[in-house]
Nanobody
Framework: QLQASGGGLVQAGGSLRLSCADS????????MGWFRQAPGKEREFVAA????????RYADSVKGRFTISRDNAKNTVYLQMNSLKPEDTAVYYC?????????????????WGQGTQVTVSS
């Protein structure tokens, strides 16, 4: 089970840190990803991190502003979001993948959290 938290309302230029705690599986066996879905839009890839944390991948829209990290001892993946923009407003989901490489497609992720709302005001 994946439990995402940390969302909220923030002004443009502000920061938020999302967390996603995993239970019920061996967390370190999975690559982890963050996705987001804005109203009326498809769910899109945001960032992914490999099992060990040694490989990272970001969507172009968040490069340089967002940082994904993980703590395998705490079974938790994080998304630090800085310089937030109104277009970052969405429900953010964490997900787990057993595939060996970091892929941006939702179809490659087996397990999904319930989502946490991020709203950025202008």
């Amino acid at each position: 089970q994946l439990q995402a938290s940390g969302g909220g309302l923030v002004q443009a230029g502000g920061s938020l840190r999302l967390s996603c705690a995993d239970s019920g599986r061996t967390f370190s066996n999975y690559n982890m990803g963050w996705f987001r879905q804005a109203p009326g839009k498809e769910r899109e890839f945001v960032a992914a991190i490999s099992r060990s944390g040694g490989s990272l991948r970001y969507a172009d829209s968040v490069k340089g502003r967002f940082t994904i990290s993980r703590d395998n001892a705490k079974n938790t993946v994080y998304l630090q979001m800085n310089s937030l923009k109104p277009e970052d407003t969405a429900v953010y989901y964490c997900a787990a993948s057993s595939i060996g490489i970091l892929l941006p497609s939702t179809s490659n992720y087996l397990y999904w959290g319930q989502g946490t709302q991020v709203t950025v005001s202008s």
